[in-house]
């Protein structure tokens, strides 16, 4: 019966509700990413330390990247020197040309890892992102670092990264926070970084944080164990169910050939690599004329010409191109890991623990993990802290082998899947409950508020996020006088709401019992 008064006679109409509010499940894969950038500019403003959205590697190169010119431009451009060595070198990486044992070490002011974590995001199934720019790239030292040096860029600063991440506090919809060259800070301002990171995905339970070890590039002569313990030791205490750690780094192909050219040796010098084709023991002279020529300023032909010619007609050039190449692309995992969940996220639900899966455009890890190691990873007596492990395995390849969060001794939060899954559940719920603030808290609103919630999670249990053979058996949902609130919550205004759900997990530990059946001859 229609409430309202007519005052004149005609004709009305009443438009009646035909359907009740619903829960619409909230994105569950929407990654930010924080660091440095070869520029930061949207639509002519500078967005440095705005997280920007963008929707494909494409929309990141038009804001973030430098513009194209009539000669390809290097968005990154890393410096690496070799140097050559008496013997084979026992630390670092090298490259052997003839007889020489060069070492291949970086400039470590020029070292940046967000611009290709970005292609990797996208080459494993990225969508929607976040671009928070701290900044330019900084100026290059002009001398590498020692051999078995740790890789420290003193451009990449603690502040800056901080300052990124504080501006994310306003973006609801993020759920993951990336930053892949936390690892090229100190151990000890690494340590700060994460643990500010998870400091604020508890605050805001909205997010998670995908965090890389340092060290995870390389072999430490010392034991990796030791690497592993320095992470776990600057993590801290505090919201460990919101952190995800992967180890080690990984091997990928997403800069090639016409990414790298002489201009990334020697600090651009053309000098020292004359002198290194020169040592071959039959120095092709047309390929040192060329050279001579770029030293000279007198070539004709663009530096990406010359490259192409270089890599044609010379073996060692290609072979150094290639060496460096394979330095260059070692990157932190936590990039592509991150198109990895939002690739199950899509295709399986964000129930489905991200692993027992392979990461594209990755051909190889620095460190080969086994079964023994892995379990040092997995589990952690002293600190619980788990370690999610990237190995190799016969005709399957690189497979992502563990689904844990830092919170490895929880019961409750110990698995991803679970931790995603609740943060899904509890701010779908929180936004479409926004909708009953300041309606009456009488049965009615209590009514259709459990009803709208129950329709959602059934949805949910029939998907499979939930577990349990009945929707009894994975979820209840109450609200009401003498269940979930006193008379004195709702004079205060308080309608509460008691939501528990079953969360599906994952068969991490699989046991076959094989039992031999005795034969009793008749």
């Given at each position: 019966?229609?409430?309202?008064?007519?005052?004149?006679?005609?004709?009305?109409?009443?438009?009646?509700?035909?359907?009740?509010?619903?829960?619409?499940?909230?994105?569950?894969?929407?990654?930010?990413?924080?660091?440095?950038t070869p520029q930061a500019n949207h639509n002519g403003n500078?967005?440095?330390?705005?997280?920007?959205?963008?929707?494909?590697?494409?929309?990141?190169?038009?804001?973030?990247?430098?513009?194209?010119?009539?000669?390809?431009?290097?968005?990154?451009?890393?410096?690496?020197?070799?140097?050559?060595?008496?013997?084979?070198?026992?630390?670092?990486?090298?490259?052997?040309?003839?007889?020489?044992?060069?070492?291949?070490?970086?400039?470590?002011?020029?070292?940046?890892?967000?611009?290709?974590?970005?292609?990797?995001?996208?080459?494993?199934?990225?969508?929607?992102?976040?671009?928070?720019?701290?900044?330019?790239?900084?100026?290059?030292?002009?001398?590498?670092?020692?051999?078995?040096?740790?890789?420290?860029?003193?451009?990449?600063?603690?502040?800056?990264?901080?300052?990124?991440?504080?501006?994310?506090?306003?973006?609801?919809?993020?759920?993951?926070?990336?930053?892949?060259?936390?690892?090229?800070?100190?151990?000890?301002?690494?340590?700060?970084?994460?643990?500010?990171?998870?400091?604020?995905?508890?605050?805001?339970?909205?997010?998670?944080?995908?965090?890389?070890?340092?060290?995870?590039?390389?072999?430490?002569?010392?034991?990796?164990?030791?690497?592993?313990?320095?992470?776990?030791?600057?993590?801290?205490?505090?919201?460990?169910?919101?952190?995800?750690?992967?180890?080690?780094?990984?091997?990928?192909?997403?800069?090639?050939?016409?990414?790298?050219?002489?201009?990334?040796?020697?600090?651009?010098?053309?000098?020292?690599?004359?002198?290194?084709l020169s040592l071959q023991n039959t120095p092709d002279e047309?390929?040192?004329?060329?050279?001579?020529?770029?030293?000279?300023?007198?070539?004709?032909?663009?530096?990406?010409?010359?490259?192409?010619?270089?890599?044609?007609?010379?073996?060692?050039?290609?072979?150094?191109?290639?060496?460096?190449?394979?330095?260059?692309?070692?990157?932190?995992?936590?990039?592509?890991?991150?198109?990895?969940?939002?690739?199950?996220?899509?295709?399986?639900?964000?129930?489905?623990?991200?692993?027992?899966?392979?990461?594209?455009?990755?051909?190889?890890?620095?460190?080969?993990?086994?079964?023994?190691?892995?379990?040092?990873?997995?589990?952690?007596?002293?600190?619980?802290?788990?370690?999610?492990?990237?190995?190799?395995?016969?005709?399957?390849?690189?497979?992502?082998?563990?689904?844990?969060?830092?919170?490895?001794?929880?019961?409750?939060?110990?698995?991803?899947?679970?931790?995603?899954?609740?943060?899904?559940?509890?701010?779908?719920?929180?936004?479409?409950?926004?909708?009953?603030?300041?309606?009456?808290?009488?049965?009615?609103?209590?009514?259709?508020?459990?009803?709208?919630?129950?329709?959602?999670?059934?949805?949910?249990?029939?998907?499979?996020?939930?577990?349990?053979?009945?929707?009894?058996?994975?979820?209840?949902?109450?609200?009401?006088?003498?269940?979930?609130?006193?008379?004195?919550?709702?004079?205060?205004?308080?309608?509460?709401?008691?939501?528990?759900?079953?969360?599906?997990?994952?068969?991490?530990?699989?046991?076959?019992?094989?039992?031999?059946?005795?034969?009793?001859?008749?």
């Open positions: 019966m229609s409430k309202k008064t007519y005052k004149t006679p005609g004709v009305y109409i009443e438009e009646v509700s035909a359907f009740p509010n619903s829960v619409v499940a909230v994105e569950t894969a929407i990654p930010a990413f924080i660091g440095y500078d967005c440095t330390f705005v997280p920007t959205k963008i929707t494909s590697f494409i929309e990141f190169q038009n804001i973030f990247c430098f513009p194209a010119g009539p000669e390809p431009v290097q968005q990154y451009s890393p410096q690496y020197y070799l140097e050559q060595q008496s013997s084979k070198p026992n630390e670092g990486d090298f490259l052997l040309l003839e007889s020489n044992y060069y070492s291949i070490l970086p400039d470590a002011h020029t070292i940046y890892y967000l611009y290709n974590s970005i292609k990797l995001f996208y080459q494993n199934g990225g969508g929607d992102a976040y671009i928070v720019s701290v900044g330019g790239y900084g100026n290059a030292s002009g001398t590498p670092i020692a051999v078995g040096a740790p890789l420290v860029n003193p451009n990449v600063r603690l502040a800056d990264l901080l300052k990124g991440l504080e501006a994310l506090k306003k973006e609801e919809s993020v759920t993951m926070y990336i930053c892949p060259e936390a690892t090229l800070l100190s151990i000890a301002e690494n340590g700060t970084l994460m643990q500010q990171m998870l400091l604020q995905n508890s605050t805001m339970q909205t997010a998670i944080s995908i965090f890389d070890i340092i060290g995870g590039n390389r072999e430490n002569p010392l034991g990796n164990n030791a690497d592993i313990e320095a992470f776990r030791s600057h993590t801290g205490t505090s919201g460990l169910s919101y952190g995800i750690a992967y180890y080690p780094f990984v091997g990928t192909t997403v800069m090639g050939e016409h990414d790298l050219n002489y201009t990334n040796l020697f600090g651009g010098a053309v000098s020292p690599l004359i002198t290194i047309n390929v040192l004329e060329l050279l001579q020529s770029i030293y000279n300023g007198q070539s004709s032909h663009t530096t990406n010409e010359n490259h192409h010619t270089l890599l044609a007609v010379s073996i060692p050039y290609k072979n150094s191109i290639s060496a460096v190449l394979q330095v260059a692309n070692m990157l932190p995992a936590s990039g592509g890991m991150a198109g990895v969940i939002t690739m199950v996220d899509n295709t399986r639900g964000v129930w489905q623990a991200p692993a027992n899966v392979s990461m594209a455009s990755v051909v190889s890890l620095p460190i080969k993990i086994d079964h023994a190691e892995q379990e040092c990873l997995n589990v952690d007596a002293i600190s619980g802290k788990s370690i999610n492990a990237l190995r190799v395995f016969p005709g399957l390849g690189i497979m992502v082998w563990g689904a844990r969060t830092l919170d490895g001794n929880s019961l409750d939060w110990r698995y991803i899947n679970v931790r995603r899954t609740m943060i899904n559940i509890e701010q779908s719920c929180k936004n479409a409950c926004k909708s009953f603030v300041f309606e009456p808290n009488d049965a009615n609103t209590w009514v259709r508020i459990q009803w709208m919630i129950e329709n959602f999670l059934n949805n949910l249990w029939r998907q499979g996020a939930l577990a349990g053979p009945t929707p009894k058996d994975a979820y209840f949902v109450n609200c009401g006088l003498g269940t979930t609130m006193t008379t004195n919550d709702i004079l205060d205004g308080k309608l509460i709401v008691h939501i528990g759900v079953a969360i599906s997990r994952p068969a991490e530990f699989i046991i076959i019992s094989f039992n031999q059946q005795q034969i009793v001859s008749p």
